[in-house]
């Protein structure tokens, strides 16, 4: 059922949702065959761990390829733990807080409307090259204070970091762009701590943790978070999301309705998932899903399944639905305390992306074979060729 590890090629087509479905079957919760870890499918048991981090810690790990390897220091904001989580986290939440998006939205639309100019009625056109990959990283660069047409390159850093999203690289190429990346997000922080600007690295490094500004390596840690986290998800949830409206072209047309773009938002989050999954480690003994875990084993949080599970979505969860309006939480950008900080940002983002092209065409219409990434933690598109009319 579940492969030994994930082969070259799993993720080819995307999510794979048939084993997805195995998982479920199997009660939500199986053993994994060859990896010494559980898988969780069901809702209820990604929801479950996700909401507890006193029973389900991080800092063991949160990819596979962590599992036993010590850290020095966290890679990311995404392997620590309260309390020291929750003092990591205040540093940089207040620039992603609902309010301070609603006063970059006036500059994130243009940017969209700028993308969208070269657009012809009718002529195909790679929505991933020139939409949904440009705008996330033109977006994050204004908020963190970086020139806008250094996007390209942190375009190529992200893809360096997500493990199988550029299969071109080879490992010494990747470690290469990784360690370009540290050395000029060194520079810039080093240079706003002499002079501080209005944007999120002056915010980090003048900041303090228990007294102590954030080290080189600390303030390397959050922007490669944030750069990553800021463009990945929003990335592919714009590309699969119109993926979906050309598959389903009533679903574009039930977009004339004003009030079905907040459920529509949630349900394109929903229906493509980019994050596969993420890692959880047992704190001490647990019963989930009606079966025992000892201290120490490790759960993988399978995030797509979830989102699937006919038990939190309806029987019709295999159905892309802008009207759908489940009391069960989408989990695509996580649960908890480690609920993505970027959320508000990503969504106004496809919100924005979504009320401009509504007010401009009335059909989606796939004219090319979508390309998956066939990455085994943020899967998404490579190439989706639409034209718009």
């Given amino acids: 059922m ?28 199986v053993r ?13 048991a990604v929801h479950a761990v996700a909401s507890d981090p006193a029973a389900y810690r991080s800092g ?18 995404m392997h620590t733990d309260p309390p020291e989580h929750g003092r990591y986290r205040g540093l940089v939440a207040p620039a992603f807080r609902p309010s301070a998006m609603r006063r970059l939205e006036g500059a994130v639309r243009e940017r969209i409307r700028a993308l969208l100019e070269p657009v012809e009625a009718g002529r195909p ?29 942190f375009f190529r850093w992200s893809e360096s970091i997500i493990p199988g999203a550029a299969p071109e690289l080879s490992d010494e190429e990747r470690a290469a762009l990784r360690m370009e990346a540290g050395v000029y997000l060194v520079e810039v922080s ?68 004003p009030e079905a773009m907040p459920t529509a938002i949630e349900e394109i989050l929903r229906w493509t998932s980019p994050v596969v999954y993420f890692l959880r480690a047992a704190t001490r003994p647990a019963v989930l899903a009606g079966k025992k875990l000892e201290a120490g084993e490790h759960i993988m949080l399978l995030y797509g399944s979830a989102n699937r599970d006919p038990e ?38 496809m919100r924005l992306v979504l009320e401009e092209l509504r007010s401009r065409y009335g059909t989606i219409t796939l004219t090319g074979e979508p390309v998956y990434n066939g990455s085994p933690v943020v899967v998404g598109l490579r190439g989706l060729s639409l034209a718009f009319g």
């Fill in 2 to 29: 579940i492969p030994d590890g994930f082969p070259d090629g799993f993720f080819a087509q995307g999510h794979p949702y048939g084993l997805y479905e195995a998982v479920r079957a199997e009660g939500g919760l």
């Fill in 32 to 44: 994994h065959p060859a990896l010494p870890l559980w898988v969780a499918g069901s809702h209820a």
């Fill in 60 to 77: 063991d790990g949160i990819l596979i390829d962590e599992i036993g390897v010590p850290f020095d220091t966290p890679p990311t904001i």
């Fill in 125 to 153: 056109f790679d929505v991933v090259a020139e939409l949904a990959v440009p705008l996330p990283l033109q977006v994050i660069c204004l908020l963190l204070g970086i020139p806008e047409d250094d996007w390209p390159r």
């Fill in 190 to 257: 080093n240079e706003r701590r002499a002079a501080p600007r209005d944007d999120v690295i002056s915010q980090l490094a003048q900041a303090e943790v228990d007294g102590d500004r954030l080290t080189d390596i600390e303030m390397v840690m959050f922007l490669i978070q944030l750069l990553v986290a800021g463009n990945e998800t929003t990335r592919h949830a714009i590309s699969g999301g119109l993926l979906a409206f050309a598959e389903n072209p009533e679903q574009w047309e039930a977009m004339k309705r």
């Fill in 312 to 349: 939190a979505f309806g029987p019709d969860a295999d159905r892309f639905d802008v009207m759908r309006r489940p009391e069960a939480p989408g989990l695509a950008f996580g649960y908890g305390p480690h609920f993505c900080l970027g959320a508000a940002l990503a969504r106004m983002e």
